[in-house]
């Protein structure tokens, strides 16, 4: 018996992968006004990852912060969940 993977529907696999990206949830969490602040700072090139990081992990004091590797493949598109 023959498969044709390309009639397979993977599409969960990948809807998978973009809910467990660490730098969405943690954006998720953050309130309304922080919300927008890091939206804008991540598309600013001039702002450094190592900022954006510090001042997430400031607002939001669980016990998994992010790395600055997670924020920076978010911030390049190359993050599981495409940025």
Do not use: P
Request: hydrophobic letters at 35%; proline letters at 0%; aromatic letters at 8%.
């Amino acid at each position: 018996m023959t498969v044709d993977l390309s009639k397979i529907d993977l599409s969960e696999f990948y809807e998978a992968s973009k809910r467990n990206c660490v730098v969405v949830r943690k954006a998720e969490a953050l309130k309304v006004d922080d919300l927008e602040k890091f939206v804008a700072a991540m598309a600013e090139r001039s702002i450094a990852t190592s900022v954006i990081l510090r001042w997430v992990n400031e607002r939001l004091s669980d016990k998994y912060q992010m790395s600055s590797d997670s924020v920076y493949r978010h911030r390049s598109r190359t993050c599981t969940c495409r940025g």
